[in-house]
């Protein structure tokens, strides 16, 4: 059975007092896919507090419910259908009541399907893409007209133009935080949507970043991850106009006071430099993490991906990494049942994240994107070889990643202490390796970093006691 609240819906439920001049509207931003959508959702909301909207988390209770949707694989693009059809029924029920609701879809299916989504799912008010969600109180005004669609790639930056949460709200989301600093990409790997859905690579400006960073710490931000599709390929300007590196950025992030632990993510094998390395290596906000994609270790398959790098690449990368930090955890991504691979390629998978050793992974089975070259390529992998081969390689990285959180039991680890955990009196937080452990301690400790002796280690997190 699904754990979504949404699927416990009930008709009763459905139905919304009509929203009067003097009741807040209530929007709820319901995203899919990568952690850049949890950030843009956080910016959609933003920008409609303006309008007065306030942030609410069920369908029942929204006048407004934005699908903040992902393309990445087809069982990605298929959800947002599903969930129109139910809002479908929502909306008819409100109607009848006498009230009124509006949808939209965003995000990269939005991106990618514009126009033939409203054809699609006639409940559907609005369709906008990534790049023009500073445009959202104009869009909607709109739709009291005609439904609408905008998937322009505006020349302004919508960085820019997106405002900034509020005190109140930037504090309610915690103390760690997204930041986005580059977006779309120029790379064209042959399976992936992202160089359409997101557009080519731009990297915002150095002092918008900074001040961003700031605000947050100012609010009692303590850990920001800093987000791009291919964010080694950060080369956003400085004050000077000069182009300035990832590794130069986490220099600048790790002055800003209050900042405690910086990451990022995802990188790509292509753009890893010594400079980064060294920020591992001088820079004690910089966390001893890294997810760096791989997708396959066949140099065969690599190729007809169009990664552009080779296997020996990779495990230069990867050497050079643990040369200026030793105890650096990776991560990485995997699609089993490209084009092609044959049980040779899939072995040199299986042996590449043997040779490594990885702390966490995400598999995939190869996923047919319409419109991407590798969807046209002959040789395509029947579905029962992709499920055999994603079982057998994800028991395989299960085993690497209880056995590396099973080695943290009896070290005393530095926890950023997030929010209060499963059961009374207990908190959760992350080591510096993004291992989650929980703990006893108060309430008060959240967003300090603590000392926590690792008891126990349990499925997905290590359970521990809080020293002094
Ligand atoms: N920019 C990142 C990845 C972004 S997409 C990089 O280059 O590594 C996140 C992950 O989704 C990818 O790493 C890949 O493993 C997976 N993915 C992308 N397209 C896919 C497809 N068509 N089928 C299956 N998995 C896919
Ligand atoms: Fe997609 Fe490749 Fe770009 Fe990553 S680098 S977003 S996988 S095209
Ligand atoms: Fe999905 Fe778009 Fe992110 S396709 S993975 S939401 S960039």
Do not use: W
């Not at 979504?4 to 319901?30: C, E, H, Q």
């Not at 900042?259 to 094998?269: A, G």
């Not at 967003?447 to 290590?462: A, M, Q, Y």
């Amino acid at each position: 059975m699904s754990s979504d609240p949404n699927d416990r819906m009930r008709k009763r439920d459905l139905v919304r007092p009509m929203t009067t001049s003097t009741a807040a509207k209530r929007v709820f931003v319901k995203s899919y896919g990568c952690q850049m959508n949890v950030y843009d959702a956080e910016r959609m909301t933003d920008v409609l507090d303006r309008e007065g909207y306030k942030a609410t988390d069920t369908f029942e209770t929204a006048d407004l419910i934005i699908l903040n949707t992902c393309h990445i694989r087809e069982k990605a693009a298929d959800k947002v259908y599903s969930e129109l059809g139910r809002l479908r029924e929502l909306k008819k029920t409100r109607l009848e009541a006498g009230s009124d609701l509006k949808i939209v879809v965003a995000g990269c299916v939005a991106q990618a399907e514009g126009q033939d989504i409203l054809r699609r799912a006639p409940a559907v008010d609005l369709v906008v893409g990534p790049q023009s969600y500073q445009n959202l109180p104009e869009l909607l005004a709109k739709t009291t007209k005609k439904r609408t669609v905008d998937t322009e790639f505006p020349v302004d930056d919508k960085f820019k133009s997106l405002p900034s949460p509020s005190h109140d709200r930037a504090k309610a989301r915690g103390v760690s935080a997204f930041v986005t600093i580059q977006e779309g990409c120029d790379k064209f790997c042959t399976f992936c949507v992202v160089p359409y859905t997101r557009g080519s690579e731009y990297s915002r400006p150095v002092v918008e970043v900074i001040d961003e960073v700031k605000r947050l710490a100012d609010v009692g931000v303590r850990e920001v991850t800093l987000l791009g599709q291919n964010v080694n390929a950060y080369h956003g300007l400085d004050d000077k106009g000069r182009s300035t590196s990832l590794g130069q950025l986490l220099s600048h992030v790790s002055e800003i006071s209050g900042i405690e632990r910086i990451r990022y993510t995802t990188s790509h094998p292509l753009e890893m430099d010594e400079n980064l390395a060294n920020a591992h290596r001088d820079i004690p906000e910089v966390m001893p993490y890294l997810h760096l994609p791989v997708q396959s270790g066949s140099d065969k398959i690599l190729e007809a991906m169009n990664r552009r790098h080779k296997i020996h690449d990779y495990i230069d990368a990867i050497t050079m990494m643990r040369n200026k930090r030793p105890d650096i955890a990776f991560s990485s991504d995997f699609i089993v049942g490209f084009p092609g691979e044959t049980e040779e390629d899939f072995a040199a998978t299986i042996s590449l994240v043997e040779q490594v050793g990885f702390a966490s992974a995400y598999t995939f089975k190869y996923s047919i994107r319409p419109g991407t070259p590798a969807s046209e390529m002959d040789n395509q992998i029947p579905e029962e070889i992709k499920d055999r081969r994603l079982h057998a390689l994800q028991a395989l990285i299960a085993k690497q990643q209880r056995a590396y959180q099973d080695r943290m039991v009896g070290q005393t680890l530095d926890v950023l202490v997030e929010r209060k955990g499963k059961h009374p009196g207990q908190m959760a937080g992350k080591s510096p390796h993004l291992l989650a452990v929980a703990f006893e301690a108060p309430a008060a400790y959240i967003g300090h970093i603590v000392k926590v002796r690792i008891t126990d280690s349990v499925t997905n997190s290590l359970v521990g006691t809080l020293v002094n």
